[in-house]
């Protein structure tokens, strides 16, 4: 390659900037493909990212998982700090799964490894995924501190100069309930950035550059430019957003207020309730991720994440409130209430910028993990065995203010939903429903996206415990500007058994575990609905006649003649 | 030795049909626009046309090889049959809830697409299979015949039947199959365990029910178009490609039609494979550039990459999971929006961005002077100096530079103080570096590192970018081979006979079976066998077997090819060894003290293919005539140079041009640029290399 230019055409440095956004893509199809646990694997609850020599993140991929964004773009910054600049080498990998410091539960683990050109550190690779277990209570609320909740990974090396350290892989396979699993996903996690490093290096070479000094400011300038740009062409003004949901020991009130100003936007979550005694408390790392997702989705969505496009986007919570939760608060279920975050503020930001973002929808996934093992109170069978398995499904998100909402799909998080076949590959449980759940929807002149039922139960032989984490149980999503409240969530035993949202349950031999998952809510006056789209809505089932005749004022006949139509295929 | 067969390639594309005979005399071939209504005239059109130009009877053809993307349009354009969807109780509504995520992160009025089947055409049975093909729930036959003459009355022309894990265990499948036989004679049916017998049930589903749902379609086109051939009188046997690369039946296919899909590009990569082999290449990367999309493939060995699972009709921007995953054997490609239509502009951070929006053929890109006022990829290329606008598709399309200039400016330059050149350039490097980057995604997916590969370029736009793509990827040498305008069609003639089977059961190596395993792969091997050994009844069939192997609790398995030897005395060590081995490739170390597991099992039976014969090397012959300099923009170091003008007539084989070069023809121009060389080999085909390749 020819000696480095003086001055880089702007060409090249709109292709480098390209080039990065690849590299990071690459980095995380390359985590999807080695990881072991199904949460990476299937469903795609992992982040990567690039940064540059100071840690300030230049470019992400695009996962699934939001709440890592933010979370990410600080996380290197803590790595630097604690690891010591100065100490660093070629071949070293640093991780941890601090909450505080990572990106807010002890399932995350987030691998850091410093990129060495010619010598010189010129930036990192971060990378992060959700591992099925760490030890401790297993994933789910029941934990009364962060101590009970899994092994604890401080800020350190996994690796220094290329050595795996032995003893650390000693202590966390002696603490987890899959050690095969987890130490393989430390290996992934390490590769991916290895593969992320690999392909930067290639491309300094090939455009001669000595550092990322150049392309940095390039890409961060550009993107402040532009975000800032957004900011300042929406209307000023104050709002405030609320939001009451379940909670575990008492219901949960979020607030937030919403300013929006010439040049940032800030979020403040003062007012909010106090952490709860069990495990859904959500370090302000999260609660920060999850805000400014939604205030990018609404205002600026197609500026890609990095430390100069989040900068603009303040969020703060005072100490002791449930979204800026202290140590040793338990937090493995933060998700639960950081995914109820945007629907917090987009209630507030619909009163400065109407007809913008949607209604309320399901919010948290709803997600839960089954413990199965050999039957109790009989002769178990040969060959029964135990096994943890995690599945995570969805609600119906909100009605938009010119579209329905979307049925069985997650907002804010992107993960995606395990096959039945797969799950069923893993352990004994059996799967015996997963289908969409009719009337759901809540009413409007958008409809909201349907929930769905799923039936669980285990193989002939088994019992198990199933950790619900479930929410929306007695405060289903309120709709918008005359649009009506989507379904709740409910869950009971077959046997009429009622059951907790959240929390671990036994189920015993023979008993299937009933849940129907919250529907969205609408957007606006039912009475204003497209009659086609209440008759498609009736055909195809997604409504009932009851609910075509309440909802919507469907006469009798109207009704049967749909209903004919249907029967006609 | 009998005289050498005569042979007939045809492929439907969107807008052309390809057609192309080789005769003991050479070959002959036409484009055909395509004729939607009733496809099968186009061809017939084609034929008189090919025939006339060779002086060959039609009745002399011994065979025909046809591809299409029917079957693909059918489901874009949802022009299926009328399709009833049979599944188990509790899961209606799998093709619909599809991943439960959003394929795009930032949009909060995402819509996704509609499902194949809407729900009301979805029906259940109470049944139930265990992952290990135990069975939960018996099916009751009673109960499949209220429900079969409940869809009889609905009047469905096609059934799909998709039960949960039959895959392992089709016995459901085939008593619901068999009642549909009897109690609606006249409609077809598709079950997923015969369609796509893999585990992952939204994919497998989704699969039949394509299948289902194209079949009525393809059956009476496929009919129709055997009777008009014969009418013809060719009446000799037509085969068709398959989407995994090779060739089978009428008959199969009609049976099997979702297995046409994307056939046409499948042809192209067996035309790249087979250029590779005469040449002598063990690495290659086709690129195919057309007006709206690229395509690019690895070959190794001569054998294009396959997969097992792919996506069709992707409805938001090429964007991955925004389509239909089907999962078959397949010619594994990277399809991006990116050829010379599509269109450019600047977004928010001041960043161009390139596609998928395309201009298509009207208005056409700027230079067309049809009312186009965006900047296309061709406008660049033409502002570049890449294109001859006055000679432009043999001259019959004039094209304004000034019109491509004006657009440049107003999308590109004005916005970031750009004169039209580096706009152009600024454009052309966008479209560039995405191309290589889904080159380069793949190729990291595969575990392959592109710089000891040679490229392989064919389609209107390739060789405008081929050799700037590979300057990009630090590939060496680019062949531009000759007929790379119907190359699909001439793919066809080159494909082998195939079929491949493969079934999900899962293996513990630590529980490894070997008269089990070799009692599969015989199984198989008689399936896959008797669909080939219908194509031809006395050709010898060979059989490539492979295990799709990962760690256990790993989601992604990586295909590791068995010799006919291992296959035939399977054990577990020499498994073992293969799997650590491809995973280091792929991935860099292997995952100490893990038990591995076998997933998928995958026979493929063929026939060999046309063994291609290696060229001779042809003596240089010294420089190629020029019919003078053009100015033509160098991208690499971002200066303008004097390129020499040379005519593709004149690069006999041996002759040279030093770059900067253009080498013109009437389909298209091959761009040489500073860095490189080109020489003509003896099959005229163009060999574009870094000066320091060449001897």
């Known amino acids: ?569 | 030795m009998p005289p050498p067969p005569i042979r007939l390639g045809v492929d439907i594309g969107g807008t052309f049909t390809d057609v192309v005979l080789e005769h003991p005399g050479g070959r002959a071939s036409t484009k055909v626009l395509t004729t939607y209504a009733a496809p099968e005239d186009a061809i017939i059109e084609g034929l008189h046309r090919v025939c006339a130009e060779a002086g060959v009877a039609a009745g002399a053809i011994s065979q025909i090889i046809h591809g299409t993307t029917l079957a693909t349009n059918a489901l874009i354009e949802r022009r299926g049959a009328r399709t009833a969807l049979i599944t188990t109780q509790g899961f209606r509504d799998v093709i619909e809830m599809r991943t439960e995520s959003r394929f795009e992160q930032y949009d909060l009025n995402l819509t996704l697409p509609e499902p194949l089947l809407p729900r009301n055409r979805r029906y259940t049975v109470a049944e139930r299979m265990d992952a290990q093909g135990g069975v939960l729930i018996p099916l009751d036959r009673g109960a499949v015949e209220a429900l079969v003459d409940e869809l009889a009355r609905a009047g469905y022309e096609s059934v799909a039947v998709g039960l949960l894990h039959s895959y392992v265990n089709d016995a459901h499948e085939r008593l619901i199959a068999e009642v549909l036989a009897e109690r609606m004679p006249d409609a077809m049916v598709s079950i997923s365990s015969e369609v796509s017998p893999q585990m992952r049930e939204y994919e497998r589903f989704n699969t039949t029910i394509a299948n289902a749902y194209i079949k009525p379609l393809m059956k009476s086109y496929l009919g129709r178009l055997r009777a008009r051939l014969a009418a013809e009188g060719a009446g000799c046997p037509v085969f068709l490609m398959h989407s995994g690369g090779g060739i089978m039946s009428l008959e199969s296919a009609a049976e099997f039609p979702v297995r046409l899909v994307e056939s046409g590009p499948a042809g192209g990569a067996i035309f790249a494979a087979d250029i590779a082999a005469r040449h002598g290449l063990d690495r290659v990367l086709s690129f195919d550039m057309g007006g709206t999309t690229a395509k690019i493939c690895l070959i190794r060995g001569g054998m294009p990459k396959t997969a097992r699972v792919f996506e069709v009709a992707r409805t938001y921007r090429f964007k991955k999971g925004s389509g239909m995953p089907i999962s078959i054997p397949v010619i594994d490609m990277v399809e991006i929006g990116a050829g010379g239509g599509s269109l450019a502009h600047v977004d928010s951070m001041g960043q161009i961005r390139v596609g998928p929006e395309s201009a298509g053929s009207e208005p056409g890109p700027a230079c067309y002077g049809r009312g186009g006022d965006r900047p296309a990829v061709t406008d660049a290329d033409l502002v570049l100096g890449k294109l001859d606008p006055g000679n432009f598709a043999g001259g019959s399309i004039p094209l304004d530079p000034d019109a491509s200039r004006a657009a440049l400016d107003a999308a590109i330059g004005d916005r970031l103080g750009m004169d039209a050149t580096e706009a152009a350039w600024g454009l052309a490097e966008v479209v560039d570096e995405n191309m290589a980057n889904a080159a380069r995604v793949h190729a990291v997916e595969n575990g392959e590192d592109l710089s000891d590969y040679t490229m392989i370029a064919f389609g209107g736009a390739a060789p405008l970018h081929a050799a700037r793509l590979c300057e990009k990827l630090g590939i060496d040498r680019c062949l531009v081979p000759e007929g790379a305008g119907v190359g699909s069609a001439i793919g066809f003639l080159r494909a082998p006979f195939s079929f491949e089977a493969n079934r999900s059961v899962f293996m513990r190596m630590s529980e490894f079976d070997a008269g089990f395993v070799r009692t599969l792969f015989a199984e198989m091997e008689s399936e896959a066998t008797a669909f080939v050994r219908s194509c031809d009844a006395a050709v010898e069939i060979r059989s490539d077997h492979k295990v799709y192997m990962r760690y256990s609790g790993q989601g992604w398995e990586i295909p590791v090819a068995l010799t006919p030897e291992q296959a035939a005395a399977p054990d577990a060590a020499t498994f073992l060894d293969l799997f650590e081995a491809d995973y280091t490739t792929l991935f860099g170390r292997p995952v100490a003290g893990m038990e591995v597991e076998i997933v998928v099992w995958s026979v493929n039976a063929h026939t060999d293919a046309a063994i291609a014969e290696r060229l001779g090397e042809v003596a240089p012959a010294g420089d190629a005539a020029s019919g003078g300099r053009r100015d033509l923009f160098d991208p690499a170091s971002g200066t303008r140079t004097q390129a020499a003008i040379v005519a593709r007539r004149d690069m006999a084989p041996g002759r040279a041009a030093q770059g900067p070069a253009v080498v013109t023809e009437a389909e298209t121009t091959v761009i040489v640029p500073r860095s490189r060389e080109v020489f003509a080999h003896s099959d005229g085909t163009l060999d574009v290399r870094t000066k320091e390749t060449a001897r």
């Open chain 1, 1 to 569: 390659m020819n000696a480095a230019k003086p001055e880089r055409s702007q060409v090249a440095h709109q292709v480098m900037w390209n080039r990065m956004i690849s590299i990071v893509e690459e980095q995380a199809q390359a985590l999807v493909r080695t990881a072991f646990s199904t949460s990476v694997r299937e469903a795609g609850d992992l982040s990567a990212g690039v940064y540059d020599a100071s840690g300030r993140m230049l470019a992400q991929a695009v996962t699934g998982t939001p709440g890592h964004v933010n979370a990410m773009a600080d996380a290197v910054g803590h790595f630097i700090r604690r690891i010591g600049r100065d100490t660093m080498e070629e071949g070293d990998v640093y991780l941890t799964n601090d909450p505080w410091e990572g990106t807010g539960h002890l399932h995350d683990i987030t691998v850091v490894s410093p990129s060495f050109h010619e010598g010189r550190l010129i930036g990192f690779f971060a990378c992060t995924a959700h591992v099925t277990d760490v030890g401790g209570r297993g994933f789910g609320v029941d934990a009364n501190s962060v101590y009970e909740e899994g092994l604890y990974i401080p800020i350190m090396r996994f690796a220094t100069r290329g050595e795996v350290d032995r003893t650390l892989l000693a202590i966390v396979r002696g603490n987890v309930r899959e050690p095969d699993q987890l130490v393989g996903d430390l290996y992934a996690l390490a590769t991916c950035n290895e593969i992320g490093h690999r392909r930067l290096i290639e491309m300094m070479r090939e455009f001669g550059l000595a550092d990322l000094a150049g392309i940095s400011d390039f890409i961060l300038t550009n993107s402040r430019r532009a975000t800032l740009e957004r900011i300042a062409a929406l209307p000023p003004g104050s709002a405030e957003g609320h939001m009451r949901i379940d909670g575990y020991s008492t219901p949960i009130d979020l607030r937030v207020k919403v300013t929006i100003e010439a040049d940032r936007i800030l979020s403040d979550w003062s007012g909010t309730s106090g952490p709860d005694p069990k495990g859904i408390n959500v370090p302000l790392v999260y609660t920060k991720a999850y805000s400014c997702y939604a205030l990018k989705c609404a205002i600026a969505p197609e500026i890609p994440n990095n430390a100069a496009s989040l900068e603009p986007f303040e969020i703060t919570a005072p100490e002791n409130t449930i979204v800026n939760a202290r140590h040793p608060a338990p937090v493995a279920l933060r998700h639960v209430i950081g995914h109820m975050v945007p629907d917090t503020v987009y209630d507030a930001l619909d009163r400065l910028l109407p007809d913008l973002v949607p209604a309320e929808g399901a919010g948290s996934l709803c997600n839960f993990q089954v413990s199965l093992r050999p039957r109790t109170d009989a002769a178990a069978p040969d060959g029964a065995r135990r096994a943890e398995v995690l599945t995570f499904n969805s609600g119906g998100s909100g009605a938009r203010p010119t579209l329905d909402g979307m049925n069985a799909t997650a907002f804010p998080s992107g993960v995606m939903t395990m096959p039945v076949e797969a799950t069923e590959q893993v352990g004994p449980v059996l799967i015996w429903r997963k289908e969409l759940r009719p009337d759901s929807g809540g009413a409007g002149r958008q409809r909201g996206g349907l929930g769905q039922f799923m039936d669980v139960g285990a193989r002939e032989g088994h019992e198990f415990d199933i950790s619900a984490m479930l929410d929306r149980v007695d405060h289903p999503a309120r709709g918008r500007r005359g649009g009506q409240s989507g379904a709740p969530t409910i869950i009971a035993r077959d046997d009429g058994v009622p059951m907790r949202g959240k929390g671990r349950q036994f189920v015993p031999h023979g008993r299937i575990v009933r849940m129907a998952f919250p529907g969205g809510a609408g957007y606006g006056d039912p009475a204003a609905r497209d009659r086609a789209a209440i008759a498609r809505d009736l055909a195809l089932g997604y409504i009932s006649a009851d609910y075509a005749r309440a909802q919507h004022g469907l006469e009798d006949q109207e009704i049967a003649e749909i209903l004919a139509g249907r029967e006609r295929g």
